[in-house]
C-alpha cells in the first residue's frame, strides 16, 4: 500500500474508524488525546504513519470546531488572552508541521512521555499551585494598592500573572504548538496542566481555552500538510474522521461541561495515563 493511496475502505474498516473519530472528537473537546484513539487506528487499517498523521490532522479539524463551540460560554472573557496566545500556537504550530516533514518520526518518542507525565502531575497539583498564585497575586495587588490582602478569596476574580508570568505562559504555549503541530496527541492535556500551573482560572475555563488553540495548532498543521503534502493524504480516511469527529465534538462538550470540576480533573488525569501507555507500548 503506498503512502498517497488507501484504496477501498471494506465495511468494517469504515465502522470501525467511524468509532475511532466520534470517540476521539469527543475526547478531544474533554480532555485532548483523541489523536491516540485515531491514529493507531488509521495504522490498523494499513495506512502508512506520516499519511496517518497528517489524514487524522485534517480530518480531526471539524471535531475541534465543534469541541470549541461547545465550550463557547467558557470563552467569554477570555478575548484578550486568546489574542495573545492565539499567534503563539500559530507559530508552535507551523514549526512542528515543518518538523514532521523534515525530522524523523523517532525525533520527539522519547520526550512525548516526559512530557505527559508532566502534564499529569500539573493537573493533579492545579488547585495547590493555584492556591499560592491566587496569594502572590493579592499581595502585588495589596502592594499597588489595588485590592487588599484576601480579597480575591472566593470571589471568583481572575487576575493574569505579572510580567514573568505573561512571558513564561506564552512560551509555554508557544512550545505545546510545536509538539500539537509536530504530533497533536495529548497536547490538550498538556495545555491544560501548564496554563493551570500560571492561571488562577477554574478548570472549564482553562478547558475552553485549551480548545481554542488546539483548534489553531490543528487547522495551522492541516493547512500545512494539505499544501505541502496535498497527495499523501488519504481523503477517504478524512472524510469519515471529519463526520465523526464533529459528532464526537458536539457530544464532548455537552457531557465535559456539565462535569464537576473534581470529576473533570479525574477525567483528565485517567485519560492521560491512558494516553501515556498508548504512547509508551505503540
Do not use: C
Not at 493537573?123 to 480579597?151: F, N
Not at 500560571?198 to 488546539?214: F, G, H
Not at 489553531?216 to 472524510?239: H, K, S, T
Amino acid at each position: 500500500m503506498s503512502e498517497a493511496v488507501l484504496g477501498d475502505l471494506t465495511g468494517w474498516q469504515l465502522l470501525l474508524l467511524s468509532l475511532a473519530a466520534v470517540w476521539a472528537g469527543a475526547i478531544n473537546a474533554v480532555v485532548g488525546s483523541g489523536t491516540l484513539v485515531t491514529f493507531p487506528t488509521l495504522v490498523a487499517i494499513g495506512v502508512p504513519p506520516v499519511s496517518a498523521t497528517m489524514s487524522n490532522a485534517v480530518g480531526l479539524v471539524t471535531g475541534g470546531v465543534s469541541g470549541t463551540w461547545g465550550y463557547r460560554r467558557e470563552l467569554r472573557g477570555q478575548g484578550a488572552r486568546a489574542a495573545r496566545l492565539v499567534p503563539m500556537s500559530v507559530l508552535g504550530a507551523l514549526l512542528g508541521a515543518f518538523l514532521l516533514l523534515h525530522l524523523p518520526a523517532t525525533t520527539f518518542e522519547t520526550v512525548v512521555p516526559v512530557l505527559v507525565v508532566l502534564a499529569i502531575v500539573l493537573v493533579l497539583l492545579q488547585p495547590r499551585l493555584q492556591a499560592r498564585t491566587r496569594r502572590r497575586l493579592e499581595r502585588r495587588l495589596a502592594v499597588s494598592g489595588a485590592a487588599a490582602p484576601g480579597s480575591l478569596e472566593g470571589t471568583g476574580a481572575s487576575p493574569g500573572p505579572g510580567r514573568t508570568g505573561q512571558v513564561v505562559l506564552l512560551v509555554v504555549t508557544f512550545l505545546i504548538g510545536v509538539y500539537g503541530g509536530y504530533f497533536t496527541a495529548a497536547q490538550g492535556i498538556l495545555l491544560v496542566g501548564a496554563h493551570g500551573a500560571l492561571l488562577v482560572e477554574p478548570i472549564q475555563r482553562l478547558n475552553a481555552m485549551k480548545n481554542l488553540l488546539s483548534l489553531v495548532v490543528n487547522v495551522v498543521a492541516a493547512a500545512a500538510y494539505v499544501v505541502v503534502g496535498f497527495d499523501r493524504i488519504v481523503w477517504e480516511a478524512v472524510l469519515v474522521i471529519a463526520v465523526g469527529s464533529l459528532l464526537g465534538g458536539l457530544l464532548g462538550a455537552s457531557v465535559g461541561r456539565r462535569l464537576p470540576s473534581a470529576v473533570l480533573r479525574a477525567t483528565i488525569v485517567v485519560l492521560g495515563v491512558v494516553a501515556l501507555v498508548a504512547l509508551v507500548v505503540r
